[in-house]
Structures are given as C-alpha cells and as structure tokens.
C-alpha cells in the first residue's frame, strides 16, 4: 500500500488534476502537428476503403445488393476532424465487412446451386420440375436449365425425364414484335391488355 | 480575370492559369489545385457537330462502364475527396458520375445547349471536375478557400457556415467547392466570356486536367 501511495503522490504531482481537465481546445492539448498527421493517415484509409468498397459493388452488381451507402458527415464541404474522419473510416470499414459477407453467403449459395445443377444433369428424373437459371448461378445473361419430362404426360408415366437448356435471352427484335402484337391485340379488342413477360425465378424451385 | 488565354489559335494552346489553395488547406489536402481558362463564347443551342458528339459518347458508354467508373482513378480521387470533405458521392454525385447517372436514366447524353455540352463531353472523356462561370463577373485571380465568418454566397439565405470550403474571386466567395454558383456569377444567356474552371484533387493527373479545360475550351469555340 506504501507503493500506491507513493505513486499517487508523484502523480499528483507531475499532472495535476486541473492542467488534465483543462482540454478544451487542440492548442490545449498540444497536439496539433500529430493531429495533422494522424487526419493524414486517416484519409489515406479512407481512399484505400473506399476503393476496396468499390470493388466489392462492382462484384456483386446483378446478383446481390450490397449496402454502400455512408451518410454525409457534413451538409456542405469543409475538412472534417480526426473524430469525424475516424467514424467515416469506421462507417466504411463496417460497409465493407457487410459487402464481404454478402458476396460469401451469395458465393455459397452459387455454389450450391452449381451442385444442385451437376446432380440434376447426372439424374434428372430425382430432380422432377427443378428449374435452375443462370442468375442462380451467378452467370450473366438468361437461360435456365429444367428437368422436364420427355414427351409430356407419356414421359411422366414412363420416367423419361431429361434437363431441358432454354435458348438464352429473348432478342430485342423478337421482343419488340410481341409488344407490338400484343398492343396490336388489345387495340382490336378494346382492352388494356397487358405486355406478355414470363417472370424468372431467381432460386432453383420445384414444381409439381 | 486577368488572363488574355482565350485568343483561339490552330495547334497550339495556352497554358490554363493556376489558381491559389489557402495554405492550411493545401496542408490538409495535397494535391489540391485549381486551374482556368477564359473563353470568347455565346451560351445557346449547341451546333450539330457538339451535338453529333455526346450522341458518339453515348454510344460508347454502357451500364457496365457506369458501374466500373467508381474504380477508375481519377472518377476515384473524387470520390474519395468527397469522402474527405464530408459530402455522400452517392448523394452528391461527383461530374463524372451525375454524367453516368444521367446517361443511363435518360438513355443518352441529351444536350444542354452551350457551355454545358461543351463541359460535358471533357467531363466524359477526362472525369476532370469542371465548371463555367461568366468571366465578366469575377474579379481577379479564383481560388480555393474555407469562408470567413459572417461570409454568405450570393442568391443563398443566411451565411456561410465558417469552414466551409468555397471558390473564391478575390472579393468573394464564388460558389461553394462541388456545389451551387453564387447568384450573377453563372453563365447567363448575356455572357460573352466563360471562366472554364477545373477543380484538381490529390489524384487526378495535370496532364488529365490541361486535357479537359482544353477540350472544353476547343468545343466551346
């Protein structure tokens, strides 16, 4: 105890309390020159975040939505403090970790609908209905691919079933046209009716 | 303005002048700059030829482009320098990339007359941040600047919060740095001599900067 409080004593006496709470202002706390290089550091970070955050959007842009968005600090420009520029950076980095966690959890299930798709090529008939697109996989463009059976209802007492490829994405001309048709069929009729467009299904799902 | 930079001439250009950043600012964010060129133009339609440009850029400029160009160094130097300066570049875009929005929500670079368009397509092909301003109105040498206490921006209620980053003539703040032109000082349907304005930040190539001014001067002419 003799120890403590000999401590204690050299400690009230090399800083004393007031000096301590009297920090008000950045001259105060002499710090200044640090400060400046610590908000430099801290901008470097958030260049260097931001870029990593870039990235990542761009990865993940057509197959999953990552949050990317970090409130303004300021409402019009001027340079921000070291507390200020130590939150954004925090902001970032927790944008980051997020985006990560997104593209793994979507990498996983990309990759499990890549196995689903490797089983249902080899044995289409324990796969009946399952229908998997190319957006399931995370591969640009349309398509999917579905186990259907061959020759209808006869397939489906027989067991013949097979995995059917669509042809890929409709062509512009070729969607253009049944606008036009379809436009063309609801001004015959009278009718508001709508523009004929088959929904695809953005997980693999059975049917029947 | 002082200057005389605008006489047009066939091969050759002058070089844009260089502006001033107040020290601790230039302490702060090195790299900082801003550089002009004066310019003899009339606003109004755009002609044929400016026109028949934004619809080639709008050719080459695709969804995928849009989405890469945060990545791209100098539309990233940007970003980043929003970042530093408080703004969200997702909610206060940056040129380039308010450009690409517009790009992809419209479906084509419209035309917005001139000097816009002229401004437009350096800000396309360079990313360089510019802006215009009716030379007329500016007086002396641009610079960048924090406000002063009890400064305001000319046509804006209330005063400038102190600290706010603006550019500058040398009697008064001019518009606020990547935000609104001061009341007077935009170009107008009157103006007869623009103020090109690049705002350089850490980044973003001299080179990149020489380039926009003199491509925007060089469609504006």
């Known amino acids: 105890m003799d120890g403590c409080g000999d401590a204690a004593v ?23 020159a640090d400060e400046r290089l610590a908000r430099a550091e801290l901008r470097r970070q958030v260049g260097r975040l931001e870029r990593q955050l870039a990235g990542l959007v761009a990865e993940g842009f057509g197959r999953v939505v990552i949050e990317h968005r970090v409130d303004a600090v300021a409402a019009e420009p001027r340079p921000l403090d070291l ?36 089983q249902m090529i080899a044995s289409p008939a324990d796969f009946k209905w399952v229908q998997v697109s190319r957006d399931d996989l995370g591969e640009p463009g349309c398509g999917h691919w579905h186990s259907r059976p061959r020759l209808g209802p006869l397939g489906m007492l027989m067991g013949w079933w097979r995995v059917r490829v669509s042809s890929g994405c409709p062509l512009a001309g070729r969607l253009a046209a049944v606008e036009q048709e379809v436009e063309g069929q609801a001004s015959e009729k009278g009718t508001g009716a709508e523009t004929g467009c088959v929904p695809v299904p953005t997980a693999p799902h059975r049917r029947g | 303005m002082s200057g005389g930079a605008a006489e047009p001439q066939i091969g050759w250009e002058p070089a844009p002048e260089q502006g001033w950043v107040a020290p601790h600012l230039a302490a702060e964010f090195p790299g900082l700059g801003i550089a002009w ?27 995928a482009q849009a989405i890469r160009l945060r990545e791209q160094p100098v539309p990233w130097a940007y970003r980043v320098f929003f970042r530093q300066i408080g703004l969200d570049p997702d909610r206060t875009r940056t040129p380039i990339e ?12 419209k035309s917005h007359g001139l000097p ?24 002396g040498r641009l610079c960048i600047r924090d406000s002063a206490p009890g400064e305001s921006l000319a046509g804006r209620p209330g005063e400038l919060a102190q600290g706010t980053l603006v550019l500058a003539d040398e009697r008064r703040p001019v518009a606020l740095l990547f935000g609104g032109t001061a009341e007077g000082h935009g170009v107008e349907a009157h103006s007869r001599r623009l103020t090109i304005v690049a705002v350089q930040v ?18 504006l002419r």
Request: hydrophobic fraction near 45%; proline fraction near 5%.
């Open chain 1, 10 to 32: 050299i400690y009230t006496q090399a800083r004393p309390m007031p000096d301590l709470l009297a920090r008000e202002s950045p001259a105060a706390l002499r710090v200044g």
């Open chain 1, 83 to 118: 507390g200020e520029l130590e939150r954004l950076r925090d902001e970032l980095a927790d944008r980051i970790a997020d985006a990560r966690a997104t593209l793994r959890e979507r990498a996983r299930t990309e990759a499990d609908n890549r196995e689903l798709l490797r």
């Open chain 2, 98 to 109: 308010q450009l690409a929005f517009d790009r992809l929500h419209d479906g084509a670079f």
């Open chain 2, 116 to 139: 816009a368009d002229a401004l437009n397509v350096a800000i396309v092909e360079t990313g360089v941040a510019l802006r215009a301003f009716d030379a007329d109105r500016l007086e």
């Open chain 2, 37 to 63: 060129v004066e310019v003899d133009a009339r606003p109004g339609r755009s002609p044929e030829p400016v026109r028949r440009r934004l619809r080639g850029l709008s050719d080459r400029f695709y969804g």
């Open chain 2, 202 to 219: 850490k980044g973003v190539p001299q080179m990149a900067v020489e380039e926009a001014l003199w491509m925007a001067a060089a469609t």
